[in-house]
């Protein structure tokens, strides 16, 4: 486990929080991976995983707003952020295949990790299927205790559909 070079530090991290990197044999990433299956979310299916004193308390999965698979091969092809070139992990709000913050992966643990009222104890989050947060979960993320962040080593080359050597589509051959 390494800490997060400085060349790929993002604003979308909780604050005050030590970012790691791990690979896919850490056995919480594996955790995030596997609950990332059950996302309906066909471009990008996300995994969060909270935990405390080594105990696993929260797991989630981000989900599309949309129902159909026509509806989301339609805003695959369709997507107004990608349009406006609107940059990752900003302004989900522009466009309705695009997931409120509620259906997303960290956010979702964050609201959930609150409702067990767990008091003064660090939360290490395991995310598998991004690079980094987006805004509204890192600022849903700040209202927990993150002591730890961890993601998938190289995962911002694997989960960057933009990147060579990109994942995507195929996310669950790792």
Not at 8 to 16: D, L, N, R
Not at 30 to 58: F, H, M, W
Not at 122 to 136: E, L, R
Request: glycine fraction near 6%; aromatic fraction near 10%; hydrophobic fraction near 35%.
């Amino acid at each position: 486990m390494k800490i997060l070079d400085k060349e790929h530090e993002c604003s979308y991290f909780p604050k005050g929080a030590n970012v790691f990197v791990v690979d896919i044999n850490n056995k919480f990433m594996t955790e995030a991976k596997e609950i990332a299956r059950l996302s309906n979310e066909r471009q990008q299916p996300v995994g969060s995983v909270l935990v405390c004193d080594g105990e696993i308390v929260e797991i989630t999965h981000n989900r599309s707003p949309l129902a159909n698979d026509f509806l989301v091969k339609l805003h695959q092809k369709f997507c107004v952020r990608h349009f406006l070139g609107v940059p990752t992990g900003v302004h989900y709000w522009m466009c309705p295949g695009c997931a409120s913050k509620k259906s997303h992966a960290e956010y979702q643990a964050s609201k959930q990790f609150l409702k067990k009222n767990i008091k003064n104890k660090p939360v290490d989050v395991y995310m598998w299927g991004h690079w980094a947060c987006c805004d509204v979960c890192c600022e849903a993320m700040s209202e927990i205790p993150v002591d730890n962040f961890y993601v998938l080593e190289s995962g911002d080359i694997l989960f960057d559909p933009k990147k060579e050597g990109n994942i995507i589509g195929k996310q669950f051959d790792i």
